[in-house]
């Protein structure tokens, strides 16, 4: 895929709907991979359906967990994706041949998972209600420290090449750690305009550049610059290089992310499926997305390298894209579209070998261009592709899955039968040949750690898992004992059975 042509030179933000990806089952979450072609999606069921973004077909289903899967997770190179379920576990699997290679046990409920973007053996991990962990994939793990205010509501994420680890809690403190040591190198309170603190509900950083974002419960997006927050070191204050919201409805926001080329901001509404865009630089708000109204929205994901979002809300993949629009003056300056025909005058020296009223132009420059080599062997690689430290590509990343077809009715064989039917000795050791050539072989037994973590809440329930409503609680209402009809369905039906039997006795 070249880049280059996919430029567009005016917005660079999805305008429209772009159709839906359904899973059969209901979506929570999803995550694309580094360069954006699969999109592993997690449901309620347990299951992880991998899509082929760019034919938009399943290319693999990973029946990960049992309960519902609330976060999931890309390694740099494609190969491992990491599940995390409502049951405490996390899974790590090979993407290319769909076996869980560690499952990681936790004592409560888990938030946000996140692979270390160069080390496919790290993981950071936000239990509910406790500090951060960055787990090591041998089970080890270290604890993050929490700050004097001791608030255990902490949100994490690495940045954007995993040297740092960023936490904020809901007291509105970010804290700045060294991933190696986990020595605190920064840090910075998120206050409001009347110098009272807010809780921070997210931390996301963009894919290039230097800016992070925090999306706090003030209703207000804030952008921040990497290099500005640790050159003011501990209890510093760093201004916001934006602050984004919407003044208009004080729309709290669910979900926030960059783009691809990080010069926009995506905003997810809590109350609707609405996406709010606005462009970095300025901090203006240039796009309102609109879903169906009604709808609540769970999770929003922009594409790595294209002007795509996708969005997830009532159980289905929404993808949003640009409008592309057919444009063949691109190709010629002077061609133009008919609607009709069109009677055609023919210049007088349109055909001729050579112009006669040319006027006489100087053709060196035209000479040497012709005589230019052009290099047709090497590739050269793509710069959106490449990180800022990168020179090629990897090219062991996984960016594609080979799709079997589907056999609905196979056909019967045609051929006759190498053995005898009568022969019941050779009949039954063919048998037996065919049932072992059939039994698939044993897969090999999943490790299980326990992470045992000191004074980690054991009774919480999962935020999915949790009734949403006004508070209070419903009872169900009791059973009838058995002999009294009291509701007014079974009273109903015994009503519409005693009409029916007076009616046949009648026509008797």
């Not at 080390?119 to 787990?135: E, F, G, M, S």
């Not at 509900?201 to 610059?225: H, M, P, Q």
């Not at 009604?294 to 969005?311: K, N, Q, T, Y």
């Not at 329930?461 to 509701?487: E, Q, Y």
Request: charged share 30%; proline share 5%.
């Amino acid at each position: 895929m070249n880049l280059e042509l996919l430029e567009s030179f005016g917005q660079n933000f999805p305008e429209e709907s772009d159709g839906t990806l359904d899973c059969i089952s209901l979506a929570l979450t999803c995550s694309f991979n580094k360069r954006g072609t699969l999109l592993a999606v997690g449901c309620n069921d347990g299951r992880v359906v991998i899509w082929d973004f760019l034919t938009r077909g399943i290319a693999k289903i990973l029946s990960a967990h049992v309960h519902p899967v609330c976060s999931v997770s890309w390694s740099r190179n494609g190969h491992q994706l990491l599940s995390a379920s409502t049951d405490n576990m996390i899974s790590v699997w090979d993407v290319m041949t769909g076996d869980c290679l560690q499952r990681y046990r936790f004592p409560s409920p888990v938030l946000n998972i996140q692979f270390h973007p160069r080390d496919t053996q790290r993981v950071l991990v936000c239990p509910i209600k406790h500090a951060p962990v960055l787990l090591n994939m041998d089970g080890s793990y270290k604890t993050i420290p929490l700050d004097e205010d001791s608030d255990t509501t902490i949100v994490a994420s690495f940045d954007r090449r995993g040297e740092y680890i960023y936490t904020g809690n809901a007291k509105g403190k970010v804290l700045v750690f060294k991933t190696g040591s986990l020595d605190l190198q920064a840090s910075y309170k998120v206050t409001t305009g009347t110098s009272s603190a807010t809780a921070i509900k997210s931390i996301e950083f963009a894919r290039r550049g230097g800016c992070f974002l925090v999306n706090t419960a003030d209703r207000v997006i804030r952008v921040y610059d990497c290099h500005e927050v640790l050159m003011c070191g501990k209890m510093g204050e760093p201004e916001p290089i934006q602050k984004l919201q919407d003044l208009v409805n004080r729309t709290p926001w669910k979900k926030c992310c960059f783009s691809g080329d990080g010069e926009y901001v995506v905003g997810g509404s809590s109350r609707q499926h609405a996406l709010y865009i606005w462009e970095k630089k300025y901090g203006n708000l240039v796009k309102i997305l609109h879903g169906t109204r009604g709808e609540l929205l769970l999770d929003v994901v922009w594409h790595p390298v294209r002007p795509i979002i996708a969005s997830v809300s009532s159980g289905v993949v929404s993808v949003w894209a640009q409008n592309q629009v057919e444009n063949w003056s691109a190709y010629a300056p002077d061609f133009k579209e008919l609607d009709e025909n069109v009677e055609y005058d023919e210049r007088e020296s349109e055909f001729d070998l050579e112009d006669e009223d040319k006027s006489v132009t100087d053709n060196t420059d035209a000479k040497a261009i012709e005589d230019e080599e052009v290099d047709v062997t090497n590739v050269e690689p793509i710069a959106a592709f490449l990180s800022s430290d990168e020179e090629t590509e990897d090219e062991r990343a996984l960016l594609y899955l080979p799709i079997s077809p589907d056999v609905d009715e196979p056909e019967e064989p045609t051929w006759a039968p190498t053995v005898d039917p009568t022969d019941e000795g050779a009949q039954s050791d063919s048998l037996k040949r065919s049932l072992s050539s059939e039994q698939s072989p044993k897969k090999k037994k999943v490790k299980t750690f326990d992470i045992n973590l000191e004074s980690a809440p054991s009774d919480e329930v999962h935020p999915f898992l949790s009734t949403r409503g006004d508070g209070k609680s419903k009872k169900k209402p009791p059973a009838p004992k058995a002999g009294k009809d009291k509701t007014k369905k079974n009273r109903y039906d015994k009503q519409k059975r005693k009409n029916t039997t007076d009616e046949y006795s009648e026509t008797d």
